[in-house]
């Protein structure tokens, strides 16, 4: 089973240099805690988490209406490819302690997102145990 069998397809996805109230709507919207950061080719550069908005700009004083997304977002992204298996995809997910990973297909364009709770969902629920006790293991 590959990644494709699980992943949302077409997240949506914002800019570094937009506001981070609007990543925050965006995962509002959509009820999601992350949102992938592309580039103008829709290239993931790192993501937006509802977690890095509180620690990195609201903890310290920031302006959400003012502040960017670049500010505050996780770069580099994690990623795997559209062909990637389950276990690839697991697997970086507890190496990085990350809850969601974004999918890209061949050119490097975002075609979708794995989260944690997707693996629920699959034969592959000893992954999402794997992923979950890295994710929650302190660094």
């Keep these: 089973m590959n990644v494709?069998?699980?992943?949302?397809?077409?997240?949506?996805?914002c800019?570094?240099?937009a506001p981070l109230a609007h990543a925050a709507r965006l995962m509002l919207e959509q009820d999601v805690g992350e949102i992938p950061v592309t580039d103008g080719e829709m290239r993931p550069i790192?993501?937006?988490?509802?977690?890095?908005?509180?620690l990195r700009c609201v903890a310290v004083g920031g302006n959400a209406q003012n502040d960017?997304?670049?500010?505050?977002?996780?770069?580099p992204a994690q990623m795997v490819r559209d062909d990637a298996t389950l276990d690839e995809c697991a697997q970086l997910m507890a190496?990085?302690?990350?809850?969601?990973?974004?999918?890209?297909?061949?050119?490097?364009a975002i075609c979708g997102i794995v989260a944690?709770?997707?693996?629920?969902a699959t034969?592959?629920?000893?992954?999402?145990?794997q992923v979950a006790e890295r994710v929650s293991t302190p660094h």
């Design 46 to 54: 790192g993501v937006i988490t509802d977690r890095d908005i509180v």
């Design 68 to 75: 960017t997304v670049d500010s505050c977002m996780t770069a």
């Design 15 to 17: 800019s570094a240099d």
């Design 95 to 108: 190496r990085h302690r990350i809850r969601r990973v974004p999918i890209v297909d061949a050119n490097g």
């Design 116 to 120: 944690q709770a997707d693996l629920e």
């Design 4 to 13: 494709q069998s699980i992943m949302t397809p077409r997240p949506r996805v």
């Design 123 to 129: 034969d592959a629920r000893s992954l999402k145990q």
